[in-house]
Every structure is written in C-alpha cells, then in structure tokens.
C-alpha cells in the first residue's frame, strides 16, 4: 500500500512563505496525478491544486492561482508546494494525495496524506 506523508507547514505572517512536500512510500507514484487540498477550521476540505503524473501541466484555484507553485520529482516520489504571499486566508491543515486522473475532485484521489497545518497571522 502507498503512503503519502507531508511536511513543511508552520507559522508564517502574512506575506511570507513556505515549501511544502509531500513523500511518497510504499509504491510509486510517478503515473499518478497529485492533488494539493486544503481545510480550515469548520469548513469543507478544498481543492488547491493538482499536477500530472509527468509534471507537464499544472492547476490552481483561483484563491492562489499567482501565489502557489505546484511540482514533482518523481526521481524522489515527491510532491511540493511552494506557497508565496501567504494571507490568513491560507491557513488550514494542507493536504496532499494522489489519483490517477488529474481532477479538483476530492473524491477521486485514492491516497491521502494526514496532513500538514499551516498558520498566518495578520
């Protein structure tokens, strides 16, 4: 079975920035789609962002299109998000996962990562 574990989130004032990364374990996951989403407290998990399997095509949110970069190395089995010009807007628990279509979907992504909690204070 697969796993995906995330790191690199913590506290940040608005403006700045952090790295993201998403692990993978236990199999490859280099012809899969990999999902960034998100959840704030007492609202729905979204959809942040997704990359293709080869890395070839990217998309964001419109809440961080311009701000957030997704990428993969699939040498490593890892995922990142580069998160710039965080806004207390950002903060929630981060999570990556992976399917094999590229969709906002949450409900298709297979594999599921426990997350990674991002503040930004005003």
């Known amino acids: 079975q697969g796993q995906l574990v995330e790191s690199g989130g913590g506290s940040v004032q608005a403006g700045g920035s952090l790295r993201l990364s998403c692990a993978a374990s236990?199999?490859?996951?280099?012809?899969?789609?990999m999902g960034w989403f998100r959840q704030a407290p007492e609202k729905e998990r979204e959809f942040v962002a997704f990359?293709?399997?080869?890395?070839?095509?990217?998309y964001y949110a419109d809440a961080v299109k311009g701000r957030f970069a997704i990428s993969r190395d699939n040498a490593k089995n890892t995922v990142y998000l580069q998160m710039n010009s965080l806004k207390p807007e950002d903060m929630a628990v981060y999570y990556c996962?992976?399917?094999?279509?590229?969709?906002?979907?949450?409900?298709?992504?297979?594999?599921w990562g426990q997350g990674t909690p991002v503040t930004v204070s005003s």
């Open positions: 236990g199999r490859t996951f280099s012809n899969y789609a």
């Open positions: 996962a992976a399917a094999t279509i590229p969709t906002i979907n949450p409900r298709a992504y297979a594999y």
């Open positions: 990359i293709t399997w080869s890395g070839g095509s990217t």
